[in-house]
């Protein structure tokens, strides 16, 4: 545990020094086997990463750094001990890379399916707090590494699991997707976004979220939309809808973020900074209120993408 974690696991509570002139970012994410992961074509060291990686995101898009996390797992009478082992070992394996402290919890039995809840701190200064609401007309909209990689892994796994070469790292993106916590606290600490949203549930349903949090339209283009050649190809061969994919699907766990032009010399300071991730340009903020895409069939609206309780 680090110095600032006064009481640890195996108390009734943990207790925690707060960082010194910081806010408070707090988040929780529930995974169920069936609706957020399969065990049949899924370790369960990927199940414990994803498990984390989801609420780090959360945390990335907020400009704070994570600080602990909370693990609260709901365990059926037949899970093996070894699922259990394996997925905190990759639960734990995420949480060093990001100096994340796992600082207590809970188990119980259930009688459904294996639950996993993870609840994560984390911290940022006053001014560096990044939401949703930020954006405004003439700001453009930007998106961090590429899109499309983590559903075109999940297909596969599907399918069996067997790829080229060329598409493994489209399985493991989905297995061990990178939450962008240096991009979300760069921006954040350099005040070089006026709105951000992780992509947990896809890029379209980001942009129609901070859209009406900020009150404002978007328009999109769908040529320039950042997605490898691999992921065009197996979309173009199998007969699929690239820009559905694109813009719908979720599990990237990429940023979509917005940025003023009086904020330009900021956003340099973060592209410098931020090292190999690519960060490109997708459109543009409006004052109408439409959220719209842009291809070579036209401009249309853009599809409103997943839904928890969609009917």
């Known amino acids: 545990m680090p110095p600032w974690v006064v009481v640890g696991p195996g108390d009734d509570a943990a207790v925690i020094k707060p960082a010194r002139g910081a806010l408070d970012v ?11 992961f399969d065990l049949r074509f899924v370790p369960p060291d990927a199940v414990g990463y994803r498990a984390l990686a989801v609420n780090l995101s959360d945390l990335a898009a907020m400009g704070a750094e994570p600080r602990t996390a909370l693990l609260s797992l709901l365990v059926p009478d037949d899970l093996e001990v070894g699922t259990i082992d394996g997925l905190m070992d990759g639960l734990l394996t995420l949480a060093s890379q990001h ?17 996993i809840d993870v609840t994560a701190t984390g911290s940022v200064r006053p001014r560096r707090v990044l939401t949703r609401a930020g954006a405004r ?9 590429v899109l499309g990689n983590a559903a075109t892994g999940l297909e596969l796994l599907r399918a069996g699991g067997t790829a080229d070469s060329s598409l493994q790292g489209c399985i493991e993106r989905y297995l061990r997707p990178a939450p962008r916590v240096r991009a979300g606290t760069l921006l954040g600490r350099n005040r070089a976004a006026s709105s951000c949203m992780d992509l947990s549930d896809g890029l379209a349903d ?18 320039g939309l950042p997605v490898t050649d691999e992921v065009r190809e197996w979309h173009r061969a199998n007969c699929r809808d690239l820009l559905q994919t694109v813009t719908t699907a979720g599990d990237d766990y990429e940023l979509v973020f917005t940025s003023r032009p009086s904020q330009r010399g900021r956003f340099r300071s973060v592209r410098k900074q931020i090292g190999d ?7 543009v903020v409006t004052k109408a209120r439409d959220v719209l895409v842009k291809d070579e069939r036209g401009t249309r ?11």
């Open 301 to 311: 609206e853009l599809p409103r993408g997943f839904e928890h309780w969609g009917l």
């Open 137 to 145: 007309p003439g700001d453009e909209v930007y998106v961090t590494g």
């Open 277 to 283: 991730l690519p960060i490109t340009r997708i459109g």
């Open 26 to 36: 707090l988040t929780t994410d529930a995974l169920v086997d069936g609706i957020h």
């Open 206 to 223: 980001a942009v129609w979220q901070v859209s009406e949090a900020s009150g404002v339209g978007m328009t999109i283009d769908a040529a």
């Open 99 to 115: 100096d994340v402290a796992v600082i207590g919890g809970n188990i119980s039995r259930t009688t459904g399916p294996l639950t």
